[in-house]
């Protein structure tokens, strides 16, 4: 869930607290793992958003990182659900809004499941396929288990054709999402495909012929927010949901079913 400002201060840093809305959102889905983009604010005043985040969600925080930038990505995941084994943070600062890596043990798995909130940059799209290409280096590096979720802010490899006219969006963002010939650049989803994982929503809307898992996410028209999945993950998936928020993007959480066809775990950003 990309938080807007980290769901408590405006884009200016005024005061604005959303986030008592954003905590009941979260709650009715109930995710064992939840991914959190835009942290701003959340390691000030000793920290006291994260512990506030803590107690209203009944949630444990694996880790938060920040890179160069105001804010951050943290991953939180309920004590019982699945047990944390483990927090890599070394190539934090490799990502603009920075890079960290959750470890779980969870029934069923055989190996540590990795999962990384994502929050790509809006510069370039040469920057946001080589940040891509970093999460997707180390999302697949434990063992094979891996989600790498968030805000990827740019175009999908699949969306029913859903994307606005260029013409109308801010030039920032056309040049960073559209090529020369005004069409959807698609070269960070083609990368990602590439490198073994599957883009949970598209996934299941060809399985089911959904096409509202097509839909934006975002203000920006787009589903710019993403679960992607390796490889040995994709046939326990169950459910992609895009649900309503108290911020400028929707939130998406993904079902993924247990090997051992025990209860479904559910992570959501």
């Keep these: 869930m990309n938080l807007q400002h980290g769901g408590i201060q405006t884009g ?16 009715a ?24 985040a803590e107690r209203d969600l009944d949630m444990r925080l694996a880790g938060l990182v920040g890179g160069r ?5 943290a991953v939180f995941y309920r004590p019982g659900a699945v047990a944390q084994c483990g927090w890599a943070e070394a190539y934090a600062r490799e990502l603009y809004t920075g890079l960290g890596v959750a470890l779980f043990a969870v029934e069923g798995v055989p190996e540590r499941l990795a999962v990384v909130s994502t929050h790509l940059s809006t510069t370039t799209a040469e920057q946001q396929v080589e940040e891509a290409m970093r999460v997707a280096d180390r999302v697949t590096r434990y063992g094979g288990y891996g989600v790498m979720i968030g805000d990827i802010n740019a175009h999908p490899l699949l969306d029913g054709g859903r994307f606005p006219d260029p013409a109308g969006i801010k030039p920032l963002d056309r040049t960073c999402r559209y090529d020369e010939a005004d069409q959807p ?12 994982l599957t883009d949970a929503a598209a996934h ?15 203000t920006g028209k787009i589903r710019v927010d993403r679960a992607l999945l390796t490889l040995p993950l994709v046939p326990l998936l169950s459910g992609y949901t ?6 400028d993007h929707d939130a998406i959480a993904i079902t993924l079913d ?12």
């Design 12 to 27: 200016d840093g005024r005061p604005d607290d959303r986030w008592p809305e954003l905590a009941a959102t979260i709650n």
């Design 29 to 52: 889905a109930s995710p064992d793992i939840l991914c959190l983009q835009e942290c701003h604010g959340w390691t000030d005043h000793l920290h006291h958003q994260v512990y506030r």
């Design 69 to 73: 930038a105001v804010g951050g990505n």
């Design 185 to 196: 650049d698609r070269r960070v989803a083609r990368r990602l495909h590439r490198a073994g």
């Design 204 to 218: 299941l809307a060809a399985r089911t012929h959904n096409t509202d898992h097509y839909a934006p996410t975002g």
């Design 242 to 247: 895009r649900i309503s928020t108290a911020s």
């Design 258 to 269: 247990r090997p051992d066809a025990g209860p479904a775990a559910s992570a959501a950003a």
